[in-house]
Nanobody
């Protein structure tokens, strides 16, 4: 089970920190990621944290968003700064098993329910 929290409404230029409770997935067996889905649009990838703690970001997130995890609290976080109206979306936490054959992340098929982020301009 993945459970997101931390969403809300903020003015443009503001910050939010999203959290995802991910017991059972904060270990070397899984990759973790954030996705988002603006209303009326398809879901899009935001950021990934691999089982080797390697991070990657979508172009729109680079320099503004930071993905991290807390092993003790079993949580994944997404710190979002300099938010703009284009960041308004439902944000999802996702997990993918480690593919021991390829050494990469498998398909992200474990999802939370999402947390809404609304940025007013």
């Amino acid at each position: 089970q993945l459970l997101e929290s931390g969403g809300g409404s903020v003015p443009a230029g503001g910050s939010l920190r999203l959290s995802c409770a991910a017991p059972g997935y904060i270990d070397s067996e899984y990759c973790l990621a954030w996705y988002r889905q603006p209303e009326g649009k398809e879901r899009e990838w935001v950021s990934t944290l691999t089982f080797t703690d390697k991070t990657s970001y979508a172009d729109f997130a680079k320099g503004r968003f930071t993905i991290s995890k807390d092993n003790a609290k079993k949580t994944l976080s997404l710190q979002m700064n300099s938010l703009n109206s284009g960041d308004t979306a439902l944000y999802y936490c996702a997990a993918a098993p480690r593919d021991w054959v390829t050494g990469r992340c498998s398909t992200f098929d474990i999802w939370g329910q999402g947390t809404q982020v609304t940025v007013s301009s």
